[in-house]
């Protein structure tokens, strides 16, 4: 039973200046280079062979399957990025060599409904035998996501069909029944996509099936510990020792609703907790939901970095302790940004908190996209906050950082994540809940939104996030008495809110970042909203002691770096005055257009012969110019830097 559900968009067209930018280039280059990449067709990359495994899994091919234990996943999400792009962008000849492999997918399930080319073709008799190790549930997931995003937008169920027929075999498997096994994924995945299933098909057995893998982890016995003592070590075993707690990898130590700090690895638990936000919402499960309101507190506010990355350790790719952040050795992961959105996103469906919003924000415009080079076809893996060449090509410990994008992965999760992301950033924008329609991210476009019975059309035009001065027009069907909420951003000191000319006092409107207006509206009223971007100095909490003594730069929601190419080398040595004055311009010829942030800093000057002296440093005077974080390493390799000394 869905109690207090904020819903989405019924429909969205996004023709926003940047974000259109990077939807045609999803469309016109990352799903084509994603698809020749699944293929084996990109020179100097490592090779996928995940459409291969398909045909050999169909019998249409021999060999041997290859990849990661989870390959199938890359197909899932490609799919899942093609369907968002047709729902902006509609293409015959894309959706035709969708529906190829949709029927290749068709053509590889096997009788009782299962679909895993790594156990079909390599250990058939080994089928749920290690869930810990083994992303058959994971894998799973991701194509239940493609097939609903695939339908929403097509129409056409063959691929509903396919995932429908894997989540009812699954579900005869998985449960509390002792016929059936009490185990639960290692890597959490899908049960935030059982919810997107139950609310496509209206079936209540996917929700149950959601809820169960969510409340049977972490009860004792332990399912791991039982699987454990049948298999053999798996494939991670040596590595997920290193954690204190073995369980807290995949986040199994606890049950979930008694877990109040993120441990383990970051992806796994950002997309454990997306789906706890949905479930809290469908079933108004309020102990759940004031769990992971709690998770959220402790991420966003103690181990969250300013671009919205997560996970600073490389051991497990993980969440290591409370202001943990080194910004040299982060791993920050793509993946992790990626599923931060997708949380930030469930818990605005659950509350609207602008606290939700302003994450999802930061997140977007900084921590997924800086995966991705302006081209499209070169990736990172990981996304530091700092890097000095040198010390990634000698040191074993940054030997996870890459000083620049990758053609592909053998491991490729990120770069199919990032461009279901993009493609599908319409989703993101809006949201209404009876007499209200919430905008939640200030994005050029139209969208149409049930509000007090109606449909309501909202178009936005801005120059986001270049400049602060938003139009909203609001057109319902017929003039009616309802509410619009507007976030007014974390970030932003000052907003001005003018309907139809005339100023509109916020006063005691403001509820947790939204200001509501609530009137009789019209078809033709007008909303201009200004938030002014100023360039401001970011410090971290004093517990944060790689932050200590140092400043990051930001305007509006971009998070701001230096990097070598503009200011030379030797970066941490740069000291930046108190009383320095910073200056922003946009400069449509770099970077595909960005606002760059110039002024004055101090650099030391060198004592050639001394290692070590007792004399303070002569400081002189240096120019320097800041770039959008999300667009480093897009010109030439060389030093980075996001946090800066402050004198």
């Given amino acids: 039973m869905k109690v207090n559900l904020n819903t989405r968009a019924k429909r969205v067209e996004v023709h926003d200046a940047f974000w259109r930018t990077y939807m045609k280039l999803v469309r016109d280059q990352v799903i084509p280079y994603q698809w020749e990449a699944l293929n084996d067709r990109i020179p100097n990359a490592s090779p996928s062979h ?61 009788a009782d409904g299962y679909l895993n080319t790594y156990f079909t073709i390599k250990e058939p008799e080994n089928r749920w035998g290690s869930l810990m190790h083994n992303h058959e549930l994971y894998c799973a997931g991701h194509f239940i996501e493609a097939a609903v995003a695939y339908y929403n937008t097509t129409g056409k169920r063959k691929f509903l069909d396919i995932m429908c027929r894997y989540a009812d075999y699954i579900d005869t498997v998985f449960g509390e029944d002792d016929s059936k096994l009490s185990g639960y994924p290692g890597h959490q995945e899908i049960e935030l996509a059982l919810v997107r299933l139950y609310r496509v098909t209206n079936n209540d057995k996917y929700l149950k099936l959601s809820q169960y893998f969510i409340d049977a982890r972490g009860n004792k016995p332990h399912y791991f510990d039982e699987e454990r003592e049948k298999n053999a070590p798996g494939v991670f075993e040596e590595m997920v020792q290193h954690f204190d707690h073995f369980f807290e990898y995949n986040q199994s130590h606890k049950p979930v609703r008694e877990q109040d700090k993120a441990v383990g690895h970051a992806v796994r638990a950002v997309y454990m907790y997306t789906a706890m936000a949905d479930l809290a919402a469908e079933t108004g ?68 908190n602008g606290a939700y919003a302003d994450v999802l924000e930061r997140a977007l415009y900084n921590g997924t996209i800086s ?18 060449p040198d010390a990634v090509e000698v040191r074993p410990e940054k030997g996870h950082i890459t000083t620049e994008r990758q053609n592909w992965f053998s491991c490729a999760c990120c770069p199919p994540n990032l461009a279901r992301l993009i493609a599908s950033v319409g989703h993101y924008i809006y949201g209404s809940k009876k007499n209200t329609g919430y905008v939640h991210l200030y994005i050029g476009s139209e969208a149409e939104l049930n509000i007090a019975s109606q449909n309501v059309v909202l178009k936005q035009a801005s120059n986001y996030p270049w400049d602060g001065d938003i139009k909203l027009s609001v057109k319902p069907e017929q003039a009616a008495e309802f509410t619009i909420a507007l976030r007014i951003p974390g970030w932003c000191r000052e907003a001005t809110i003018k309907i139809n000319g005339e100023i509109f006092d916020t006063g005691s409107n403001i509820d947790k970042g939204y200001v509501y207006i609530k009137r009789h509206w019209t078809q033709n009223d007008v909303i201009e909203f200004e938030l002014p971007l100023i360039v401001e100095r970011v410090k971290s909490h004093p517990k944060v002691r790689a932050n200590i003594g140092k400043v ?33 311009q946009f400069e449509p010829d770099l970077l595909g257009g960005v606002t760059i942030i110039t002024g004055e800093a101090l650099k030391p000057k060198a004592n050639e012969n001394q290692l070590y002296t007792t004399s303070d440093p002569e400081y002189i005077k240096t120019d320097i110019k800041a770039v959008p974080y999300y667009a480093w390493c897009n010109r030439q390799k060389g030093e980075m830097l996001v946090w800066m000394h402050e004198k």
Wanted: glycine share 8%.
């Fill in 371 to 388: 995966g991705m080079d302006l081209d499209g076809q070169k990736f990172f893996y990981v996304n530091p906050l700092e890097v000095q």
């Fill in 50 to 110: 995940a459409i291969e495994n398909l045909k050999i899994a169909a019998g249409e091919a021999s060999g041997d399957f290859h990849g990661m234990v989870f390959q199938d996943s890359d197909v899932a999400k490609w799919l899942e990025a093609v369907a968002y792009s047709l729902e902006t962008d509609p293409d015959d000849q894309l959706e035709q060599t969708a529906d190829e492999v949709i029927d290749l997918l068709g053509r590889a399930q096997q």
């Fill in 552 to 584: 990051a730069l930001q305007r509006g929601p971009i998070v701001y770096c230096l990097e070598e190419v503009d200011n030379g080398s030797n970066l941490p040595s740069l000291r930046l005055p108190e009383n320095a004055l910073l200056q922003s």
């Fill in 285 to 352: 499960d309020h102990v759940l939901a004031e769990a992971t309101k709690t998770l959220w507190g402790n991420v966003t506010q103690c181990q969250m970095y300013v671009t919205g990355g997560l996970g600073s350790s490389v051991h497990g790719e993980a969440f290591s302790f409370d202001y943990d952040l080194p910004n040299d050795l982060c791993y920050t992961e793509t993946c992790a940004s990626v599923g931060l959105v997708f949380w930030a996103r469930r818990m605005l469906d659950l509350e609207a």
